[in-house]
Nanobody, 124 residues
Framework: QVQLVESGGGLVQAGGSLRLSCAASGRTFGSYAMGWFRQAPGKEREFVAG????????SYGDAVKGRFTISRDNAKNTVYLQMKSLKPEDTAVYYCAAARRVGIPQARYGYNYWGQGTQVTVSS
């Protein structure tokens, strides 16, 4: 069992930066692939970024490539999402998720555990 708690969301102006954190419980955190998803009002939850358990491979959604960076610290049981050059269209609830897989799923059903989400609002 893994429990995930996101933090770091908030209100930021367009062009600004935020760093989200996801703290995980459980001794086997290091064996999970981790992902970030987001969901805006009236839209489907979409894949933002993912990282393999070892941290050596990452994957990004097309909308955030070159602006967002995912990383993890297995010693701290924490995964991060550094967001730069934020746009109003990045406004959404951001969710952290954990997958018992070697690869990085980009679909929601590929993940076994989810956090409660943290709101990110980008003003124009």
């Amino acid at each position: 069992q893994v429990q995930l708690v996101e933090s770091g969301g908030g209100l930021v102006q367009a062009g600004g930066s935020l760093r989200l954190s996801c703290a995980a419980s459980g001794r086997t955190f290091g064996s999970y692939a981790m992902g970030w998803f987001r969901q805006a009002p009236g839209k489907e939850r979409e894949f933002v970024a993912g990282i393999r358990w070892s941290g050596g491979f990452t994957s990004y959604g097309d909308a955030v490539k070159g602006r967002f960076t995912i990383s993890r610290d297995n010693a701290k049981n924490t995964v991060y999402l550094q967001m730069k050059s934020l746009k109003p269209e990045d406004t959404a609830v951001y969710y952290c998720a954990a997958a018992r897989r070697v690869g990085i799923p980009q679909a929601r059903y590929g993940y076994n555990y989810w956090g409660q989400g943290t709101q990110v609002t980008v003003s124009s």
